[in-house]
């Protein structure tokens, strides 16, 4: 099945509530299923879930999906899937906050400007092309965006947009790296120069402590020689008594 390349794919999130019929209910929490006579997988949601990866496996064998939600899941990334334009059914893709990026195919455009489908994709570089490369572009993505279904919540990690309509175009985004430069300026020059103070500071204190170590050793010498003469003198006077008091006959 189709929906066990998910459960494969992202098994250490997903294996441990994926057991038996998807549409059994309690089985698989993160799949919807029609009320059919056949049950079929209408939706899958994924918002969330911490999934890891850089490449989506093909499930567009799951062919009655109307919704797949797969935002909040900031480490999941790769090149945008084309196979993700070939839900006939799809209504709702929601991509914000993963790390996809590259180029959307114009088929999702045509859906996305006839209203057929909500399109809410992430702002990390994508633009619509059926080009293997983006255009250059100088435009840069603005806005919130909320999850379907979701009371105003917003996706963590995602630049916000106002509009929940599906008049989302997506752009490169290059205006991060320019105000990078002036923070890093404004904040490497006061520590430049509390670092020179702090230097200057202890060379002064390490003069100040020699000369005091250098002016009590003099003042340590200058004792030693005073008690030594102190010494020498009473031996000297003594010997000039002595001769004054036996003068030679």
């Known amino acids: 099945m189709a929906i ?3 459960v494969d794919t992202f098994s250490f999130t997903l294996a441990a509530m994926s057991l038996g019929d998807p549409c059994q209910p309690g089985s698989y929490l993160w799949v919807t299923c029609s009320s059919d006579d056949t049950p079929r997988i209408t939706e899958i949601n994924l918002h969330g879930y911490s999934l890891v ?5 093909d499930f567009s064998a799951m062919d009655a999906l109307e919704k797949i939600d797969l935002g909040a899941n900031i480490l999941l990334g790769g090149e945008f899937p084309d196979f993700l334009a070939n839900f006939p059914k799809l209504k709702v893709l929601y991509l914000v906050g993963t790390s996809i990026y590259g180029t959307v195919p114009m088929s999702l455009k ?3 400007d006839n209203k057929t489908l909500q399109l809410m994709l992430p702002a990390t570089g994508l633009c619509f092309s059926d080009e293997a490369v983006c255009p250059a572009q100088t435009e840069t ?3 919130t965006r909320n999850s379907p279904g979701t009371d105003g919540e917003t996706s963590p990690g995602t630049v916000e947009e106002t509009s929940t309509t599906n008049s989302f175009t997506p752009t490169r985004t290059k205006s991060s790296k320019k105000k990078t430069v ?8 006061p520590i430049f120069v509390i ?14 402590g020699k000369a005091a170590a250098a002016a009590g050793k003099t003042n340590g010498n200058l004792q030693d020689l005073e008690g030594a003469a102190e010494n020498i003198l009473p031996d000297d006077q003594g010997v000039n008594t002595d001769r004054q008091t036996h003068p030679t006959v």
């Not at 923070?183 to 490497?188: E, F, N, R």
């Open 110 to 112: 045509k859906r996305l």
């Open 195 to 208: 670092f020179w103070a702090v230097v200057g500071f202890l060379a002064i204190n390490h003069q100040k």
């Open 53 to 57: 990866g850089v490449n989506l496996p």
């Open 182 to 189: 002036p923070i890093a300026l404004g904040t490497g020059i």
């Open 141 to 143: 993505g603005t806005g």
């Open 4 to 6: 066990q390349l998910l």
